[in-house]
Every structure is written in structure tokens, then in C-alpha cells.
């Protein structure tokens, strides 16, 4: 088994999802006891999020590519970046490191393609839905990408923040999710996806009529296929 190195807390209750994922995934492939190998660095959250704040990103990106070598140094032999929005930094990090960083556009671009599906929604933070740095990613490997009209943003932003991270999962808000994504299927997507890991906890297969790719779930399989290969 591979050791599988988690660049985390960003914030904390994201890495935390990995962490579990990772381990429920190795004990229901393998069985027994097994757990996975992993080496995680925890980043403290309000310093990068104050220097994002700021578009200070040359200084998070030296933060995170410290965090990223110190994992490396600590016997990783790949690195998964626990978040969407600070895969802004991914080419800093990717460069500054000998091993395999698993980009998580690149993940849920294989899921969709293996899905059939060209043309998707992208649900996030509003960051995360004005920056081209993720949605760009997707398109390069020929997948379209719909975002929500502007005037949702920011209601978005409120259900993750507001609720969501404080683990407060709404049936109000997951209609008005819903009604997103079925504005995005009217626009042309043919399935969408859940672009953080707190989305995952309101929105499931279920909930839509297109097909959903959770990033979190997809990433956290990929890292599984990879360390259990050999």
C-alpha cells in the first residue's frame, strides 16, 4: 500500500472527510483491520484564507509548498490537496514536490468522461465559481462547463458557510440547490458537479434528476486506486 499525503485544513472538517474516507475505502477493500497510510499536514485556516482574502497568493502558495514538502520529506508517495478553492496554487505546489499531486479536475473529468457526460454544472463557493483556475481544468479535457447565473452566488456561499460548515444540513436549502442545478440542466448540463466537499452533505444522487459527481468522494476513490494498485 502506498502512503497517500494530505495537504489539510483547509479547513479541517474537509480533511476530516478525507481522512475517514480514506480509511472506511481501505478497510471495505481490504478487509480485517486495514487502515490506509497516511501522512497529513494541517495548515491553520485563517492565516491562508486572510491571505487569499488579500490576493496575496504568492504567500499562500509558500505556505502550502512548505506544507506539501514537509509531507513529502514524511514518506508520502502522492499528495491530494484536501480543497477546491486553493487548487488556485496546484501548479506551485505540483512544481515544488518530487511526487505525484493528484489534481481534483482532472479526477472528476475522468469520472465524467468514463460517465459519458461532456457538458456539466459546477456548484461551489463563489470563489471557486468566478475563478477559472478549476472550471478551465475541466474544459481542457473537453468538458463544458455551465455556472450558475451570478445572482446565486452569493446564496451559495451562505448555505456553505452559513450552514453547511457548522453542520447544519437544510431541507430548505437543499431545494434551493436543487433548483440551481435544474436551472443548470436547462442550460445544457447534462450532469453537475459538487465543487466542495460541504455540498456533499446536502445534495445526493437522489436529489437530481442528472447524474452528480461528488468531488470529495470521487477524489478520495482515485487516491484509493492509486495506493491499493500494487
Known sequence: ????????????????????????????????????????????????????????????????????????????DFLLMCTTAYHQVFDQVEAAVDVPVLHLADVVAAACQEAGVSSVG?????????????????????????????KHHQELDDIVYGELVHGRVLDTSRR????????????GAAGV?????????????ADADI???PCTTLHVAAALDRALAG
Not at 434551493?176 to 442550460?187: F, G, P, Q, Y
Open 176 to 187: 434551493r440547490v436543487v433548483s440551481v442545478i435544474d436551472e443548470l440542466w436547462d442550460a
Open 193 to 205: 458537479v459538487l465543487g466542495c466537499t460541504e455540498l456533499e452533505l446536502l445534495v445526493k444522487q
Open 1 to 76: 500500500m502506498q502512503t497517500i499525503g494530505l495537504l489539510g485544513g483547509l479547513g479541517w472538517k474537509s480533511s476530516a472527510v478525507y481522512y475517514e474516507g480514506l480509511n472506511r475505502g481501505v478497510e471495505e477493500r481490504l478487509g480485517g483491520l486495514h487502515s490506509a497510510r497516511t501522512v497529513l499536514a494541517s495548515v491553520e485556516f485563517a492565516e491562508v484564507t486572510e491571505l487569499a482574502a488579500a490576493e496575496r497568493w504568492d504567500d499562500v502558495a509558500a505556505l502550502l509548498v512548505a506544507a506539501a514538502q514537509g509531507v513529502e520529506r514524511a514518506g508520502a
Open 211 to 213: 447524474p452528480v459527481f
Open 122 to 150: 459546477f456548484l461551489g463557493t463563489r470563489f471557486s465559481m468566478t475563478r477559472p483556475f478549476f472550471t478551465d481544468r475541466l474544459a481542457s479535457h473537453g468538458i463544458t462547463v455551465h455556472v450558475p447565473e451570478e
